[in-house]
């Protein structure tokens, strides 16, 4: 037996023609590869984003309960190396570059072997001292380092052969073409197209011709969405672009398919790890806001030459966490006790359900459940959003280690606390995410409204769903904390007094009426709100009054890493919300004082 997975990332159901998409998107290859397989309705993501997703595909349980971003702890089961202790073959090709960042390296390791590829979204790749030629104009405005770095890198992939998209397949079907005759292996051809920026060669947008001749942008922040409806529409049609390029590789491994007559003992598993948002809900990108159906709920198709189901729609609730079991058990290897997922074998035969509710969500934001029907987003119960603590024994973040500030009150908790340690104990310390608070807790019918514009208040049914989250968390052995944080309770029933989405609507209509921040209400400075937040963790004396003011965990977070040019200010634009007026102001005024102290003392009169 052999088994294909391909997987891209930041993939938009909504743009596949199996699910729907406009008319004008170009994907050919998406409805051939329904046509031969089972294409699921209802399959949704876990932790989120990149890599706790890829935890998930590994471990086959969700991360984001217990830990943000970082790698595979050294008590975590990995699927594709419980293969190979099993005798088969595993191999991974991709160009997703986060695996050979602090916080992923553990993964393609886990691999028997793998190859990697480098040029995607200002991967550290080409070194230039001097600047690149920038565009003249740009709408970007985060992530400067990045974005110098991806125009550097852009300069070596001219042609659609230089593309790490297209060395990733190439050699991805190298492996299939050199291995086909052999038996017994696994190969995971994984892509991060169509993910930001949406850069592809000029034939695949000439695919979308539109009149534009606004500013060069192929790559919005993660925030609210600012721009004109022409400049959303030129994004979403560059997406579309790079996604049909995405749609072309994917052909490729058909046709291969066809070639070496492949179906008859070859499972195919085409997946991502997360959606987008196009400017849907007034917002770009993720993480910030809750996880809408644009982000969560993604295609899956899986062609299982056992059952041999092709051209048929499931529409059982499956997740993230499946598919390490499924491919363990396809190859006859059980799976281990500490997986929450469970094999799509029988699934994909005859739609047989694998479970009653699934969870998903980001470390720190909004715990979300749903039953294929209803999702319920719970967010915090209090606007500090606390406790939350990250549990690991791999203390690395997205892009570096934990900082000395951030491991300064770490503890160890006793081995056994969590039974999927294994016995082995976990440090834990003090956790930093963007608050879920400003979105509040909603609840949405997919039914009635598949757009997710009219949040319900339905008391009776939010205390449904609200037992179902703790029943999902309570199995996945959720810290304590977790439970406290969302107000929810770790034992017993869940009652009317636990329910939040009545409540916190009127809060926010409240604070929706407020006056917007001005950024000319606040002064300029050595240190002010709009110095970026670089500068600011640099200064010990502005360290000292963020946490004055509350803000140990913005201090001790290491964002200054991922968006050191954001002012303070342009956070509440980023994150919708987070810094709110009556926290940003006091922070501004104590700022204030301190430069007026300073500039007193250097005063003639105070010499």
């Given at each position: 037996m052999k088994a294909i997975m391909v997987m891209f990332d930041t993939l938009n159901r909504r743009f596949l023609p199996p699910y729907g998409a406009p008319e004008w998107v170009h994907a050919p290859n998406f409805a051939r590869l329904a046509e031969r397989t089972a294409t699921f309705e209802n399959c949704y993501a876990g932790s989120m984003p990149c890599m706790p997703a890829r935890r998930e595909l590994h471990t086959g349980r969700y991360n984001f309960l217990h830990r943000s971003w970082g790698p595979l702890e050294p008590f975590d089961d990995s699927c594709p190396e419980i293969l190979r202790e099993a005798g088969v073959y595993t191999h991974l090709v991709t160009d997703h570059q986060h695996y050979w960042e602090d916080g992923g390296?553990?993964?393609?390791?886990?691999?028997?072997?793998?190859?990697?590829?480098?040029?995607?979204?200002?991967?550290?790749?080409?070194?230039?001292?001097?600047?690149?030629?920038?565009?003249?104009?740009?709408?970007?405005?985060?992530?400067?380092?990045?974005?110098?770095?991806?125009w550097i890198n852009r300069d070596y992939l001219t042609r659609e052969e230089d593309q790490p998209q297209t060395k990733t397949?190439?050699?991805?079907?190298?492996?299939?073409?050199?291995?086909?005759?052999?038996?017994?292996?696994?190969?995971?051809?994984?892509?991060?197209?169509?993910?930001?920026?949406?850069?592809?060669?000029?034939?695949?947008?000439?695919?979308y011709k539109h009149d534009y001749d606004g500013p060069q942008y192929d790559w919005p922040d993660y925030r609210m969405v600012l721009e004109t409806p022409e400049q959303v529409e030129h994004v979403r049609y560059e997406y579309a672009a790079l996604l049909s390029m995405c749609d072309r590789s994917l052909g490729?491994?058909?046709?291969?398919?066809?070639?070496?007559?492949?179906?008859?003992?070859?499972?195919?598993?085409?997946?991502?790890?997360?959606?987008?948002?196009?400017?849907?809900?007034g917002w770009w990108g993720k993480n910030v806001q809750p996880w809408y159906d644009e982000t969560i709920h993604i295609p899956l198709f899986v062609w299982d030459p056992r059952?041999?189901?092709?051209?048929?729609?499931?529409?059982?609730?499956?997740?993230?966490?499946?598919?390490?079991?499924?491919?363990?058990?396809?190859?006859?290897?059980?799976?281990?006790?500490?997986m929450l997922g469970t094999p799509l074998r029988e699934t994909v035969a005859d739609d047989s359900p694998v479970r009653e509710a699934g969870i998903f969500?980001?470390?720190?934001?909004?715990?979300?459940?749903?039953?294929?029907?209803?999702?319920?987003?719970r967010?915090?119960?209090?606007?500090?959003?606390?406790?939350?603590?990250?549990?690991?024994?791999?203390?690395?973040?997205?892009?570096?280690?934990?900082?000395?500030?951030?491991?300064?009150?770490?503890?160890?908790?006793?081995?056994?606390?969590?039974?999927?340690?294994?016995?082995?104990?976990?440090?834990?310390?003090?956790?930093?995410?963007?608050?879920?608070?400003?979105?509040?807790?909603?609840?949405?019918?997919?039914?009635?409204?598949?757009?997710?514009?009219?949040?319900?208040?339905?008391?009776?049914?939010?205390?449904?769903?609200?037992?179902l989250l703790v029943d999902v968390m309570r199995a996945a052995d959720a810290p304590a904390e977790q439970y406290l944080r969302l107000g929810l309770p770790q034992?017993?029933?869940?009652?009317?007094?636990?329910?939040?989405?009545?409540?916190?609507?009127?809060?926010?209509?409240?604070?929706?009426?407020?006056?917007?921040?001005?950024?000319?209400?606040?002064?300029?400075?050595p240190r002010s709100v709009h110095t970026p937040i670089r500068d600011l963790f640099a200064d010990e004396v502005a360290v000292s009054a963020l946490r004055e003011a509350g803000f140990d965990g913005l201090a001790d977070s290491g964002i200054e890493r991922m968006a050191g040019q954001v002012s303070l200010f342009q956070l509440c634009s980023l994150a919708g919300g987070f810094l709110r007026p009556d926290a940003i102001r006091p922070i501004a005024d104590a700022f204030a004082r301190i430069g007026a102290a300073e500039d007193a003392d250097a005063s003639p009169a105070a010499r």
């Open positions: 390296a553990t993964y393609h390791n886990r691999f028997r072997t793998y190859e990697l590829f480098r040029g995607q979204e200002g991967d550290a790749w080409k070194g230039h001292v001097a600047d690149p030629e920038f565009p003249a104009q740009t709408l970007k405005s985060t992530f400067r380092e990045t974005w110098r770095q991806d397949f190439d050699a991805g079907l190298e492996f299939i073409a050199t291995n086909r005759d052999q038996d017994n292996w696994f190969v995971q051809i994984e892509t991060f197209d169509p993910h930001e920026p949406f850069f592809s060669q000029q034939h695949y947008k000439d695919l490729r491994v058909l046709d291969r398919m066809d070639e070496y007559d492949m179906w008859d003992d070859t499972m195919l598993i085409v997946c991502t790890d997360h959606g987008f948002l196009l400017g849907e809900h059952s041999r189901v092709r051209g048929e729609r499931r529409t059982s609730l499956v997740q993230t966490i499946d598919l390490a079991p499924t491919l363990l058990e396809f190859f006859g290897v059980d799976r281990t006790s500490d969500g980001a470390f720190g934001g909004h715990v979300s459940v749903t039953d294929g029907r209803y999702v319920y987003m967010a915090c119960a209090g606007a500090e959003n606390t406790p939350l603590s990250e549990h690991t024994l791999m203390p690395t973040h997205m892009a570096g280690r934990f900082t000395p500030r951030e491991l300064r009150d770490a503890e160890l908790v006793p081995g056994g606390t969590y039974a999927f340690t294994k016995g082995a104990p976990v440090l834990k310390m003090p956790g930093f995410s963007i608050s879920p608070g400003p979105h509040g807790t909603l609840l949405f019918d997919l039914a009635t409204d598949p757009g997710q514009d009219n949040p319900l208040l339905d008391d009776e049914l939010e205390l449904r769903m609200a037992g034992e017993g029933p869940v009652t009317e007094e636990h329910l939040l989405a009545r409540k916190q609507r009127a809060e926010l209509e409240a604070a929706a009426a407020a006056d917007p921040l001005d950024p000319a209400d606040f002064p300029e400075g």
